[in-house]
């Protein structure tokens, strides 16, 4: 007679062949679980009942999306490997499983995933890739939609992969602008209303209106607005809006869209895909809490793409991604780059920090992977990317050194070293650890300002007379801005391209000098607004930024000689009229930049330790003239 426990597991056993044999037959394998052990710990788990966590490398490719014309890159199949793929693409894996890596990441090429001999993660982009995809599930066919691109996302997985999970989508703009600013009156709803007045899309911004307000002219009291007809409702004046009804509108609409997209991708992806894990939409970093739950109602895994600054876990983000979302977490995407590199990458475009050696890289990684797995809900860490970008700029201009390889198919020998001796600790680091996830929502830190009192000064200080030095202009790779002085006032000639805009560093005036600190350090302090009267093109937004003395880039090593930490702020933006106009920002609003300035700062604004109060434009119009005819500090 055979034993119950015996013929169940004999079962299980057949089962699982004959799911194997299925998904040879139809398409690619899967079968992957998530689960949580007796000690809260989750995990994935193989149909073996293998338990493990996903350590993964991105777009592990033999050649680059879109290079563009005339730049080097990474295309080692014609010239090493005698144009057979199939050679590279195992020498690609055996140089990750050499080194402790189990999976690849996204965007990785069929020739080094098909044969099944590691676990994928696709993206299936179910909503392909414009700029206005979150506002799709309001299209009448969304549905259709979804499922032809679902697959076609397949269709691009070679037939005997090993699939571990598929994301639906990668760093979806779900704050409005993009995926990352998180602006309170720029939200969908504005986008929505952005598009022509026949867009399908803000027909359905238009319906969800009408459905809550009764009416046009429900809207337009609750917004405190006036407007004859809903195209005569513009994002522009929504902008100026933060009345309780239009954030509880700007709310709702969003977390509408997320139910919508949620639902419907993972359901059809499930039917397309029976048994595939869904691994989320890889956040960049942040996104609406409504977006997160309903990503976590929907998906099996909840994927956050983060570059930090310190090599540690930032603990305080992914337990909001947890509580928010319940599902267990994969850090998705992070990097390092070294100033000392084998492709001569500049990498002066790109996200995270730069050190100054391969070396640094890899203290770095070690510092950082066994810190992040270590939290019991964190089950895959990939970093981007396996080569280096062109030194020349990749389709969008990035030019890093990300790679553990170079662009001449040659290892980062210390990156890797280090890498190896991580990845080797990290089934146990994650297995025994102790560590507890917070019970409830991190608070965001404010930001504090205590002026000193300074009764000598003037009630009022003009940052247009002359300055400790020039002013600076910075931009996206598409961007650009001038600035020259026309009486007393400052024109600035700016073209805000189609990502983050451009901006100007305006110094503190000369009479502000101080003699510690990097040059031309002042001291602004004992104000307590900046105010600005300016023109500026009607629609489009700017942002005041300030940075203290010793403040640069994230991945600066920050000069403290002036008192500060080095931190950088931002104001919530403004926009412009079309009319002279003056705007007021008070300095305790400021919030700091994630992208910019000592992220281990104290939170705390020194004024008296100044680098630069600045602005930044974005958006449309896209090209113009901003006149700002007075620009100063008061009480």
Not at 285 to 290: I, L
Not at 587 to 596: P, T, V, Y
Request: hydrophobic share 40%; aromatic share 10%; net charge negative.
């Amino acid at each position: 007679m055979i034993h119950v426990r015996s013929f169940a597991l004999l079962l299980a056993c057949a089962m699982s062949l004959l799911v194997c044999r299925l998904a040879e037959a139809t398409g690619p394998r899967g079968g992957y679980k998530v689960v949580k052990d007796d000690r809260g710990v989750w995990w994935f788990e193989r149909a073996t009942g293998e338990r493990f966590v996903s350590i993964g490398v991105n777009n592990v490719s033999d050649e680059p999306y879109a290079p563009r014309p005339n730049t080097t890159f990474y295309a080692p199949v014609a010239s090493k490997y005698g144009g057979d793929k199939g050679a590279w693409g195992a020498a690609a894996r055996r140089l990750l499983t050499d080194h402790g890596f189990n999976t690849l990441g996204a965007w990785s090429a069929a020739a080094v995933v098909e044969g099944g001999a590691m676990p994928c993660t696709p993206v299936l982009y179910v909503v392909e890739g414009d700029h206005v995809r979150c506002l799709d599930a309001l299209r009448p066919d969304f549905e259709a939609y979804v499922r032809s691109n679902t697959k076609a996302g397949i269709a691009r997985i070679p037939k005997d992969a090993d699939v571990l999970g598929v994301f639906l989508d990668n760093e979806m703009p779900w704050f409005g602008k993009s995926g990352w600013d998180d602006i309170p009156t720029y939200t969908l709803l504005e986008k929505a209303f952005e598009l022509a007045s026949d867009n399908v899309r803000r027909q359905g911004a238009v319906k969800f209106l009408e459905e809550r307000h009764g009416s046009l002219k429900g809207f337009a009291q609750a917004w405190g607005r006036s407007f004859d007809t809903w195209d005569a409702v513009d994002a522009v004046t929504m902008q100026s809006c933060s009345g309780d009804a239009a954030m509880a509108d700007r709310e709702a609409f969003t977390a509408m869209l997320a139910d919508r997209f949620f639902e419907v991708a993972a359901r059809i992806t499930r039917e397309e895909m029976p048994g595939t894990l869904l691994l989320g939409v890889r956040f960049p970093g942040n996104a609406p809490e409504s977006v997160i739950r309903a990503c976590g109602r929907h998906c099996d895994v909840v994927s956050v793409n983060q570059y930090v600054f310190e090599p540690r876990a930032d603990e305080r983000t992914l337990a909001r991604f947890w509580l928010l979302g319940g599902r267990p977490l994969m850090h998705t995407e992070f990097s390092w780059r070294s100033r000392s590199n084998a492709s001569g990458n500049p990498n002066t475009r790109g996200a995270g920090a730069i050190v100054e050696t391969q070396a640094e890289r890899a203290a770095a990684y070690e510092g950082l992977v066994p810190d992040t797995l270590s939290l019991p809900v964190v089950i895959g860490s990939h970093w981007f990317e396996f080569s280096d970008q062109s030194p020349e700029g990749r389709f969008d201009g990035e030019n890093s050194n990300y790679g553990i390889v170079d662009i001449h198919d040659k290892p980062y020998g210390e990156l890797l070293a280090g890498m190896s001796r991580a990845n080797a600790t990290l089934h146990d680091v994650h297995a025994k650890t102790t560590r507890q996830m917070p019970a409830t929502l991190p608070k965001r830190r404010a930001v504090t300002y205590e002026p000193g009192q300074h009764p000598g000064r003037p009630p009022a200080l003009d940052l247009l007379q002359p300055w400790v030095r020039d002013p600076e202009t910075w931009g996206a790779p598409d961007a650009s801005m001038r600035w020259s002085r026309e009486g007393d006032a400052l024109v600035l000639e700016y073209d805000a391209g189609s990502q983050y805009g451009a901006g100007i560093n305006i110094f503190g005036p000369a009479s502000c000098a101080i003699p510690r600190g990097p040059a031309g350090s002042t001291d602004l302090d004992g104000y307590f607004v900046i105010e600005m009267e300016a023109t500026a093109p009607k629609g489009l937004q700017i942002n005041v930024v300030f940075a203290e003395a010793g403040s640069g880039p994230t991945s600066s090593k920050f000069d403290l000689g002036a008192g500060d930490d080095g931190e950088a702020f931002i104001a919530d933006a403004w926009f412009g009229t079309g009319e002279r106009t003056t705007y007021r920002v008070p300095i305790a609003s400021l919030r700091r930049q994630q992208f910019h300035g000592n992220q281990a700062g104290d939170f705390g604004i020194t004024m008296n330790a100044s680098k630069n109060l600045g602005l930044q434009a974005s958006g449309g119009p896209r090209t113009g003239r901003i006149v700002v005819h007075s620009f100063r500090l008061v009480r």
